[in-house]
């Protein structure tokens, strides 16, 4: 099978049309007017635990070129294009922006904390640094490289990443909570001491090698019981893979396997340190794997999961049905016998046989159950 496609004769976006300007500057306009927002409102957009880190001077310095960006972007593709386009919405983002504060703004209620609030903040931090980082790396080392950045289903993608990240207080909860409900009996104060005692780089390796082992059962779980295999489908409905891909998740599939992975890390009592490190790995690595990249180190591809690795879990091909369910490690699955990575080889094509799974945010969460109705 060909790793790389020929090139493709139409191109997604060409040099003086304005539709790359258009497209960034509604990007840029967006990311400003948000953080803006985050600005005046930060205990209700903003989490809790990640505000008390921020580098404030280097994120104003941010949102204020974010806002000029998209202000000057915005006036370039109406320059380069006749009529109305979407500059026209970044130029009126970053004008209400700058209007509301800009990268002065300060916070409109007094200071506090707010019993519910939303990760706007994260939201757009992570969607900075995705288009900063992976949309660039695809572009250069693409697999598949007439696979365009706006393609076939990404408004669903986006809407996933969005509610996943927005949502953050209650997903935490919730992973959170079933560990100390329903197994603090079993905690042992002095097994937690003697693992919180370790090295914490030594505690990383073990949350990550842990993790990984309660996450590939808990997804072998999820595809083998015909329930959980229809909240999992919308994972997998996906035909076209790349950094947006990850996020296409039902929330009860986030909430099972970020609960049943915590369980252990909670009853062994490993420290904040090195799960908040595993978090960092576990959300950089997700992305990775799905990624429209041609990364494959040959012998290290046995040992951590890239790119082809994960590709072959989502093929619709079955010969590569119920394989490689583990996240980074892929001897895990070749211990249990689910490893199927043929030498140089990629899929042919992606998803669900049948296409059972609706395009649409709002109907892909209400899909598993209407097919119980059924």
């Not at 209700?44 to 998209?70: E, K, N, Q, W």
């Not at 006749?82 to 026209?88: A, D, E, F, M, Q």
């Not at 939303?118 to 992976?134: C, H, K, N, Y």
């Amino acid at each position: 099978m060909p790793d790389e496609p020929p090139m493709p004769s139409a191109r997604e976006f060409r040099f003086g049309e304005g539709r790359i300007s258009a497209v960034l500057g509604l990007f840029l306009g967006s990311l400003g007017f948000g953080g803006v927002l985050c600005l005046l409102f930060p205990s209700l957009l903003s989490t809790p635990d990640m505000r008390v880190h921020y580098p404030m001077g280097l994120l104003r310095g941010l949102i204020l070129a974010t806002l000029a960006g998209g202000f000057g972007f915005g006036v370039l593709s109406l320059l380069l294009r006749r009529g109305p386009t979407v500059g026209l919405a970044g130029m009126a983002l970053s004008i209400a922006g700058t209007l509301l504060g800009g990268a002065g703004a300060r916070p409109a209620a007094p200071s506090g904390e707010a019993p519910v609030y939303l990760g706007l903040d994260w939201f757009l931090l992570s969607l900075f640094l995705l288009a900063l980082v992976f949309v660039p790396l695809e572009r250069i080392f693409g697999r598949l490289r007439d696979q365009r950045i706006f393609r076939e289903g990404w408004t669903t993608d986006l809407a996933h990443f969005a509610a996943s990240h927005l949502l953050v207080q209650v997903s935490v909860l919730l992973t959170m909570l079933p560990a100390a409900v329903f197994f603090g009996w079993i905690v042992l104060p002095g097994v937690q001491a003697a693992v919180s005692s370790q090295p914490v780089a030594l505690q990383f390796v073990e949350v990550v090698v842990l993790a990984d082992l309660t996450g590939y059962l808990v997804h072998r779980l999820f595809h083998a019981v015909p329930f959980l295999w229809r909240i999992h489908q919308v994972h997998h409905s996906s035909r076209v893979l790349d950094r947006l891909a990850a996020s296409r998740l039902h929330l009860f599939d986030i909430l099972v396997m970020r609960a049943a992975v915590f369980v252990p890390l909670y009853v062994l009592g490993f420290s904040s340190g090195a799960i908040y490190g595993y978090l960092v790995l576990v959300s950089f690595h997700a992305i990775l794997i799905h990624a429209n990249l041609r990364f494959d180190s040959g012998w290290l591809s046995r040992l951590v999961a890239t790119p082809r690795f994960h590709h072959w879990h989502h093929s619709s091909q079955r010969v590569a049905w119920d394989k490689n369910f583990a996240i980074h490690f892929p001897w895990i699955d070749r211990l249990f016998g689910t490893l199927h990575l043929p030498p140089g080889e990629w899929p042919s094509a992606y998803g669900i046989q049948g296409d059972p799974v609706p395009e649409g945010y709002g109907p892909q969460l209400g899909y598993p159950f209407r097919s119980v109705a059924r």
